[in-house]
């Protein structure tokens, strides 16, 4: 079983500051890519940031040099720092990875819960 847990969402004013956590757990043998996406309300649920296990990276052009992904391999944890923040920000965010489980072949992707993110004064 693997569980990814997300944490550090909440309301924030316009250009205000949010740091996202996400660490994955359970019988993990290797994760590969790991990412943010975000699903704002109405909408469709749309990729934000990605970021693999050698460190490259991509995001949304509606967040570039205002978001940094980045990730602690040792941790199996992905990171979300979020500047400048916009109402247009507001969404749910999960985050996902592609990982393989111990004893299946196979990477598969798998997601966390979700947790909101809130830009409003």
């Known amino acids: 079983q693997v569980q990814l847990v997300e944490s550090g969402g909440g309301l924030v004013q316009p250009g205000g500051s949010l740091r996202l956590s996400c660490a994955a757990s359970?019988?993990?043998?290797?994760?590969?890519?790991m990412g943010w996406y975000r699903q704002p309300p109405g909408k469709e649920r749309e990729l934000v940031a990605a970021i693999t296990n050698t460190g490259s990276t991509n995001y949304v052009d509606s967040v570039k040099g205002r978001f940094t992904i980045s990730r602690d391999n040792a941790k199996n944890t992905v990171y979300l720092q979020m500047n400048s923040l916009k109402p247009e920000d507001t969404a749910v965010y999960y985050c996902?990875?592609?990982?393989?489980?111990?004893?299946?072949?196979?990477?598969?992707?798998?997601w966390g819960q979700g947790t909101q993110v809130t830009v409003s004064s």
């Open positions: 996902n990875a592609n990982l393989r489980t111990r004893g299946i072949t196979g990477f598969y992707i798998y």
């Open positions: 359970g019988s993990i043998f290797s994760i590969n890519s």
